[in-house]
């Protein structure tokens, strides 16, 4: 059986972006009368077909729309500071998509190592995981973000933030709870994830201030990275439409 392949057209105006039919036309050789499936990154897939396939351009015309069911309950939002190497943020960024999330921001936290993040290029890798795990949603990608600007910002159902301090360090005494055990099927969940020096203490405590929650991911000392894909993984595992 031939293998059909996924297009990502977030306007769905009847010829593929210049990207994309590129790769339609000049790598995989489609031609007219080829089949194609397209994802608008908001929910549907579309069965269409290759009218003309010239130089730089790929018209196609819709055969069938495809409404997709969601894959998880709730909404599942990331926060992360990014590392000194960003191979590793786009290896996360590319693995929680195909995992499944609704929006990544990265933050700017006082320890970070890194300001600055190309956004297009991290977009571009969003779209192709979105595109190879066969998802009909593409994750909402926010600019660099000041972790006080994210944190004040009024934000719908439960907030929890990351860190390896002791609670009585942060002066709230008692102990933090694992993440998985306090995550709500169908709740919309952030969850914050810093950098490799971790928050700042004070950074904690302002977080909790606007009714974030400190949770922990386990007993061992996770890169920020893989702690990330861990957070992820287990917001899906709670909110899994097929439980």
Not at 190 to 197: D, F, K
Not at 212 to 223: A, F
């Amino acid at each position: 059986m031939k293998e059909v392949r996924f297009f990502y057209d977030p306007l769905m105006a009847g010829e593929l972006p210049s990207e994309e039919a590129h790769h339609a036309i000049r790598v995989l050789r489609l031609g007219t009368g080829d089949e194609l499936m397209l994802a608008d990154g908001k929910g549907c897939f579309y069965r269409a077909t290759i009218t003309a396939a010239t130089g730089h351009r790929c018209t196609y015309r819709i055969e069938e729309t495809l409404q997709q069911e969601a894959a998880w309950t709730g909404r599942i939002h990331l926060a992360v500071a990014p590392t000194k190497l960003m191979d590793r943020m786009e290896w996360m960024a590319e693995k929680a998509t195909e995992i499944g999330l609704d929006a990544l921001t990265f933050l700017d936290c006082q320890f970070s190592e890194r300001r600055v993040v190309k956004e297009e290029r991290i977009d571009k890798i969003l779209v192709a995981a979105m595109k190879q795990s066969h998802k009909a949603w593409k994750p909402r990608l926010a600019p660099m973000t000041r972790l006080r600007d994210f944190v004040t910002e009024e934000r719908e159902g439960d907030k929890f933030i990351c860190h390896c301090y002791d609670e009585n360090d942060i002066g709230t005494g008692g102990g933090k709870p694992h993440l998985f055990d306090v995550l709500q099927r169908g709740v919309p969940t952030t969850v914050l994830i810093g950098p490799e020096g971790d928050f700042s203490i004070e950074e904690v405590r302002l977080a909790l201030q606007h009714g974030y929650r400190s949770v922990s991911l386990g007993n061992s000392r996770l890169r920020t990275e893989t702690a990330a894909i861990c957070a992820v993984h287990m917001m899906q595992l709670k909110n899994r439409q097929d439980k």
